[in-house]
């Protein structure tokens, strides 16, 4: 397996823009996940879907930010407008079971300007 | 509020010896912990996980330790090897959380040849 695939490795965007991160997760796999890391905050999870259903969203910092999981194969974490605040690395992850490792993608750095 | 810190944001051993990270956690509720390994520019990668109703996993060079009564935990390489240079970040979850997983702020393990 790839493991989990995010895209773009890389977003370079100017303040107001709306970003869209992406990420499959591993086949199979019934749990998502996205983290944020920053300097300040460290790790932190943003939002948790479980079977493409989104279970808790109480990390996700603000309403400009969106989450979806149309099918068990693809997600998207949407930032709209940007702001240079949200610059940091997204990670998703994806997990089988409760109680087992969540498998992290190379994560996407955002970078707003 | 940290529910999981990493007090030692930094660490140097020498090739050969024993690695000792730690890591202290606040939430009573927490009965999972991981421990994840960070490359520059990769997504972390699991290492060793242990249940709270254990208090002690071993696998390879890696052993986590757990004191619940001290929410406590540590992990040592043994022996240490160049390529464990890297950040490593305890994670913890309660049992009715999926594996939204709380992070510490990570310990950079330095191992000199």
């Known amino acids: 397996d790839a493991g989990v695939i995010q895209s773009p490795r890389h977003e370079v965007t100017e303040m107001g823009q709306e970003v869209t991160l992406r990420c499959k997760p591993i086949?199979?796999?019934?749990?998502l996940f996205w983290y944020r890391q920053t300097m300040m905050r460290g790790l932190e999870l943003l939002i948790y879907?479980?079977?493409?259903?989104?279970?808790?969203d109480s990390g996700m910092p603000e309403d400009r930010f969106s989450a979806k999981m149309p099918n068990a194969s693809f997600s998207t974490l949407k930032i709209q407008p940007s702001e240079p605040r949200d610059s940091a690395v997204y990670f998703c992850?994806?997990?089988?079971?409760?109680?087992?490792?969540?498998?992290f993608g190379q994560g996407t750095r955002l970078t707003v300007v | 509020d940290q529910q999981v810190k990493q007090n030692s944001p930094s660490l140097s051993v020498q090739e050969g010896r024993i690695s000792i990270l730690n890591c202290d956690y606040t939430?009573?509720?927490?009965?999972?912990f991981l421990w994840y390994k960070k490359y520059p520019a990769e997504g972390p990668t699991f290492l060793i996980s242990?249940?709270?109703?254990?208090d002690k996993n071993e696998d390879g060079r890696f052993t986590v330790f757990l004191n619940k009564s001290a929410k406590h935990l540590s992990l040592h390489i043994v022996p240490s090897q160049p390529g464990d240079s890297a950040v490593y970040f305890c994670?913890?979850?309660?049992?009715?959380?999926?594996?939204?997983?709380?992070f510490g702020g990570g310990t950079r393990l330095m191992v000199k040849p």
């Open positions: 992850a994806s997990s089988l079971f409760r109680n087992t490792e969540a498998f």
């Open positions: 994670a913890a979850t309660p049992n009715n959380a999926g594996n939204m997983l709380t």
């Open positions: 086949s199979g796999h019934n749990s």
């Open positions: 242990i249940s709270s109703i254990k």
């Open positions: 879907f479980n079977n493409n259903v989104p279970i808790d």
């Open positions: 939430n009573s509720m927490f009965d999972y």
